[in-house]
């Protein structure tokens, strides 16, 4: 690994730690900071294989009130190191990342009551009126955030590729790694529970099991998903658009109302 490749991967780690406070560009999201790692080491297919992977595990893992989720920044950045630059398989990875997530987690929250400090300085300078110092303070407690990630990623960076890393992770057993990567299946099939639950729309779910159907019984490739899913998506769309205009025409007292007898009278027109 080159200087540039160590400076610019350190510099991924940060931009993960502070996106998993700021959830905005989603940096921290394994199939983001994978890719990322694997095109500063110059192995971006392995970063998104693994990236992926890690994210069907990580659906499931988010910031409920006081409850802290599982750290995917750390997890996800580092065991993409040790993925590419010790060359180990996508099941180590998993192995790794698991504990990984829940040691970043434990971090975090040490982290997050550090930038207590932060909180109640801010507070003193908004009383004072300096809002330059305010600045200070955010910035203060996104750099702890990227320093958290940053400071392992650079330690396992240095000595990832060793006979003795290598060895230490040749010597999980099996058992170990085999088990972690069935538990995350299950996660997976939590996270998209938890997510179908929070979405709410039942009206949706024959579609889902048509997915899992044409999976089973037919061999068609993701790429034919994506567009069977794109041509679902788009007679359903419209479907609502005529439900939609059907309502307003009830509404209105015109065509389409009571019995629907002006149905025809919609064109394309009106739906778009």
Known sequence: MTTIQFILLILVAAVAGMGSVL????????LVACTLVGLVLGDITTGIILGGTLEMLALG??????AMAPDAALASVVSAILVIIGHQSIGAG?????????????????VRTITVFFQHLADKFALEGNG???EMCHLGGLLLQAIRVAVPAALV?????TDTVNAMLASIPEVITRGLQV??????VVGYAM??????AKSLMPFFFLGFLVAVFTNVNLIGFGAIGLIAAYFHIKGLQRDIAIEEAAKTGGPGAAGGTGLDDI???DLM
């Open 183 to 188: 538990a995350g299946g299950f996660i997976v």
């Open 132 to 134: 330059f110092g305010i």
């Open 94 to 110: 998993i192995a790794i990342a698991v504990p990984l997530a829940a040691a970043g987690q434990v971090l975090t929250i040490f």
């Open 157 to 161: 960076a240095a000595i990832a590729g």
């Open 23 to 30: 959830d905005e560009a989603q940096f921290h999201r394994p």
């Open 61 to 66: 893992w988010m910031n409920v009130g006081a």
């Open 267 to 269: 064109d394309d027109s």
């Open 195 to 200: 997510v179908i639950n929070m979405m709410n």
